[in-house]
């Protein structure tokens, strides 16, 4: 079915068009951009006074399938992904069992083709089962369609394997993507250790635990000249760096989650789970520093986490809740009602940090629109307030940091690869 997507403000299009103009879309594919575009057969939606964006690539999302299909699916998952206005995620490989063998991306592959609402692109393993001692088969994975390598949920300790990591996705051309944290300095924490965890009376997790870490593996990035991209930043010296190695002109990227550019520890005086998740919440400066780097673009891309969890691992004390939280289907919105509705990014931004950046980072032909390309398209009410609630989610889980709170900015239709993945009843549609 071809689609008419009329009078849209275009964000983030190839070619510079002023004020409101259509996409036309045929045969999946961005048949052309432009002023007036006659309508005929299509579908047509009407975009006027609606932000037309690139389809958002997220490049940290955990879909648990297989293994915890309790928490989420490739179907959920991918369901919460759209309804986000997200059209392309990066899969995490801590799944169960691991993302470690072209047999499982196969596998994941087939579950991707039969059940996958977005597209879906796999990030394998470092080491065997993650377990930190041996390392995957990096060519052969790279041939089956990782795009990426990460042990994320943990880092592989050992600093030789590491080099050695560093090395050979060096030679295979694979992204190397670090969650870091140094687990003898993390130890048994639940929140960042400071002036809250006292108060609250709950175990800290020092800073050093992720800037030492960064630091590791921003050295041994750079010796083997292969590009490295650090996950979920949370704190101001991962920042400083980062920061100083991109001056040094090494090939390093870098990604923050909403939760860290929105809330702070203080959030967690209610001990309420949905603020749990590691690397932990900080401070006003942390976050304040957070939301410099963005600015300056130390910080490449904004990328969810999403990490569901059942609400029996979940809604229980706060010491024994998992940590992680939900991000698919609030990221978008979360970025436009704390700073777009403040006048403190632009929307140009937003498609750079939510779309185009994580697209380059990751090699992928994404972020961009452009008569020729894939139609991976998102359409946004700037002005349209929501509240999040548990019953809305698509995702098989609800624990995301924003329940109850009130959302501006509203994600209104989706369209992945040509066909319409998503639409809410506030737009309309004709044909
Ligand atoms: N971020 C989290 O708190 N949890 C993630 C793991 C991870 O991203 O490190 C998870 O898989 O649940
Ligand atoms: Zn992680
Ligand atoms: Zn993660």
């Known amino acids: 079915m071809d689609i008419l997507i009329k009078n849209g403000h275009l964000i983030g299009a190839a070619t510079v068009v ?3 103009a259509d996409i036309l879309v045929k045969d999946g594919v961005i048949a052309e951009i432009g002023k007036g575009i006659p309508e005929g057969t299509q579908k047509v939606i009407d975009a006027s006074g609606k932000i037309v964006l690139p389809g958002l690539v997220d490049m940290h999302v955990h879909l648990r399938e297989p293994g915890r299909e309790d928490k989420e699916t490739v179907a959920t998952g991918t369901k919460a992904a759209v309804k986000g206005g997200v059209t392309s995620v990066l899969a995490m490989p801590n799944t169960t069992p691991a993302m470690d063998s072209p047999e499982r991306l196969r596998m994941l592959q087939e579950i991707v083709r039969k059940t996958a609402s977005s597209h879906v692109f796999a990030a394998a393993a470092i080491t065997k089962g993650r377990a930190g001692t041996e390392l995957t088969d990096f060519a052969a994975l790279k041939a089956e369609g990782a795009v990426a390598v990460t042990d994320d949920g943990s880092s592989v300790d050992d600093d030789g394997l590491m080099e050695e990591a560093f090395r050979l996705a060096k ?3 694979l992204l190397v993507i670090c969650h870091c944290e ?3 300095l993390s130890q048994k924490g639940v929140m960042s250790l400071g002036l809250m965890s006292t108060e609250l009376g ?3 997790i020092p800073k050093e635990a992720e800037y030492r870490r960064v630091e590791r593996d921003l050295r041994l990035a750079a010796g083997a000249g292969c590009p490295v991209h650090i996950a979920h930043v949370s704190c101001r010296e991962s920042v400083d760096l980062i920061a100083a190695a991109k001056k040094r002109g090494e090939p390093v990227t870098a990604e923050t989650a909403p939760h860290y550019l929105i809330f702070t520890d203080e959030a967690l005086e209610t001990y309420d789970p949905n603020f749990k998740m590691n690397p932990p919440l900080r401070t006003k400066a942390d976050r304040d520093a957070l939301r410099q780097a963005v600015r300056d673009g130390v910080i490449d891309a904004v990328a969810s ?5 059942t609400e029996s691992e979940k809604d229980i004390e706060f010491d024994h809740a998992e940590f992680g939280v939900t991000g698919l289907e609030t990221e978008c919105a979360s970025l436009v009602s704390e700073f777009i509705a403040s006048d403190q990014m632009t929307w140009m931004e ?3 940090l939510l779309s185009s950046a994580p697209a380059k980072i990751l090699g992928i032909d994404k972020g961009r629109l452009e008569a020729g390309r894939c ?3 998102v359409i946004i009410d700037p002005a349209r307030e929501w509240v999040v609630t548990k019953a809305a ?3 098989k889980s609800n624990n995301s940091s924003f329940l109850g709170r009130r959302l501006k900015g509203a994600v209104e239709c989706t369209i992945c690869a040509g066909k319409i993945a998503y639409t809410s009843k506030n737009i309309s549609h004709k044909g």
């Not at 986490?305 to 969890?309: K, R």
């Open 18 to 20: 002023d004020g409101a």
């Open 171 to 173: 030679k295979c051309g």
């Open 182 to 184: 140094d687990k003898r």
């Open 202 to 204: 709950l175990r800290g």
């Open 305 to 309: 986490d999403h990490a569901p969890h």
């Open 350 to 352: 937003l498609a750079r």
């Open 375 to 377: 139609a991976d398209i």
């Open 393 to 395: 989610f698509a995702s």
